[in-house]
């Protein structure tokens, strides 16, 4: 899901990189003392599953697991994302720091999406375990348009490989959906007060 340096357009990589920032200081601005520590485990969580990933061209296919990051921190996943990807781009090379903005509203705006819909209970009529899957599915569909999109804006020639990166990424979809159902069912076990804010 990382895009790398080169690949987008001057224009894309700017605005991604001035809208993301802006997101990232509005994340800033709410952040409280008691909070820095989850803040900081969701990064070394987001850090360590995208080690397990699958090369597709100038992307790759990795568990996120932003959905659950999501329903935990809110608006506060950017920060969380923006540390990981910095620290992913610096030490081991994965996406890039001209592609950061990007690869940060691409990994962080579904996890906001995530905690909204479960926060406003749009998809309250579904029982628990298709909820907990869909934090997973929905949140990978989310970043894989997302993905899409700001390739298809940044060339033309993009466009049809946006379509190969949408159903490559389907597999990680599914993959998502059903690590988030077992890792939220773990979660309302055993630290619920972690996800009490998203109403899930």
Excluded: W
């Amino acid at each position: 899901m990382h895009i790398s340096d080169g690949i987008l357009s001057s224009e894309v990589a700017i605005s991604t990189a001035v809208i993301a920032g802006v997101f990232l200081l509005y994340s800033l601005k709410g952040i409280k003392n008691k909070n820095i520590a989850l803040i900081s485990a969701m990064t070394a969580l987001f850090f360590i599953a995208s080690f397990v990933h699958i090369p597709l061209g100038f992307v790759q296919i990795h568990l996120l697991l932003i959905g659950v990051i999501g329903i935990i921190l809110g608006f506060q996943i950017f920060l969380a994302i923006f540390i990981a990807l910095l620290f992913q781009g610096v030490l081991l090379g994965y996406g890039g720091i001209t592609s950061l903005g990007a690869n940060i509203l691409i990994m962080s705006l579904p996890g906001v999406f995530i905690f909204y819909i479960f926060k406003l209970k749009l998809l309250n009529f579904f029982n628990e375990k298709i909820k907990y899957f869909m934090v997973g599915f929905l949140s990978v569909l989310f970043s894989t348009i997302l993905l899409a999109l700001v390739l298809s804006l940044s060339k033309e020639e993009y466009l049809y490989a946006s379509y190969t990166i949408f159903l490559a990424n389907i597999p990680g979809m599914f993959i998502e959906g059903f690590i988030s159902l077992f890792l939220i069912n773990y979660i309302k076990k055993t630290m619920p007060n972690l996800i009490k804010d998203s109403n899930l």
